[in-house]
Structure formats: structure tokens, C-alpha cells
């Protein structure tokens, strides 16, 4: 679900508007493949008296990390890292909504971190510190972290630029 235009200010653009990267559902869809692989497998193998308890005991556990998945899944579909002219919006949450919010002006620093697999798949974590009681916000598994770094530092960069040239 992408970011509501309706929370934006007047005259606030849209940047970057990012979903965490796809390989956090990587483990959550192996898990289901092997599932029902292990379904399938048991209801063609496993022959008489034996078969049906052991078909339905693989069914639950497809039922289970079918679960698993669906709430893995939503999560990342409702987890937005937007990037705006005027500011840096995380918010997630499936029913329970959570949002933080970082003026851009109140960002000092912008570190990102890839292990060699995440480079790998192009993934990394981003943190950003900023001004005030809170300090770092850790955003996980940012697609093209460097990329991201590069597009918050330039709209830093111009928000700062923008508010020396106002009297």
C-alpha cells in the first residue's frame, strides 16, 4: 500500500517511497514450498492405516506456516519508509498503526550497513540520526541502502539550502 497523499503538506513531494526488501519473506516462503512439499509427498508415500493421522498432522502444519506467511506478509505490505521534501516517514503496522516522523533540517547523520550476502541481493540497513530525545532510527532491510543515503543526504542538503536563502 503506498504512502497516503492525503498526510502530505502543502507542496510536499513524495521522494522515495519504499517497502522493506523482498528477502524478508524469503525464509516465511521456503517454509510454506517445504510445507507442502512435505503435504504432498505424505499423501502419495505414506500407504494404509497410517495415512490419514499423518496427512492431516502435514495439513495443520501447512495451516501453520501458511499463518506465518500471511501475517510476515502483511506486515511488509504495510511498512512504508517514505522520503518527502520535507521530511522522513516510517510507518508500520497491520492493525495497530506506528509512525515516526523526522524533519529533515533535524537529521545529522546517515549510516548504512551491508553484509556480504546483502550486497549480494542488493539490501542493507540504513541509520539515520537525528536530533532530539530519540536519536537513531534503525530502518532494516532498505532496498539499494546506498542509493537511499544518497537521496536523503541530497534532500538534507536542499532543505538546509532552502532555509538559509528564507529571511
Do not use: C
Not at 498526510?7 to 517497502?19: I, M
Not at 501447512?62 to 512504508?80: C, E, K, M, P
Not at 522522513?88 to 537529521?107: D, S
Amino acid at each position: 500500500m503506498p504512502f497516503p497523499r492525503r498526510l502530505l503538506d502543502e507542496g510536499e513531494v513524495v521522494v522515495l517511497d519504499l517497502r522493506p526488501h523482498w528477502w524478508v519473506l524469503a525464509r516465511s516462503t521456503a517454509l510454506l514450498v517445504l510445507s507442502l512439499a512435505v503435504a504432498v509427498t505424505v499423501s502419495i508415500v505414506v500407504p494404509g492405516v497410517a495415512h490419514d493421522p499423518v496427512l492431516i498432522a502435514s495439513l495443520i502444519l501447512v495451516l501453520v506456516v501458511l499463518v506465518r506467511f500471511i501475517r510476515r506478509y502483511a506486515r511488509w505490505g504495510t511498512t512504508n519508509m517514505v522520503l518527502t521534501t520535507e521530511r522522513l516517514v516510517v510507518r508500520t503496522g497491520v492493525f495497530v498503526k506506528r509512525g515516526r516522523e523526522i524533519p529533515l533540517e533535524r537529521i545529522n547523520d546517515i549510516t548504512y550497513r551491508q553484509r556480504l550476502f546483502e550486497r549480494m541481493i542488493g539490501a542493507g540497513d540504513l541509520f539515520v540520526e537525528s536530533g532530539g530525545e530519540r536519536g537513531q532510527q534503525v530502518l532494516r532491510m532498505v532496498p539499494r541502502p546506498v542509493r537511499v543515503q544518497q537521496a536523503i543526504h541530497r534532500q538534507v542538503m536542499q532543505s538546509r539550502a532552502v532555509a538559509n536563502d528564507e529571511p
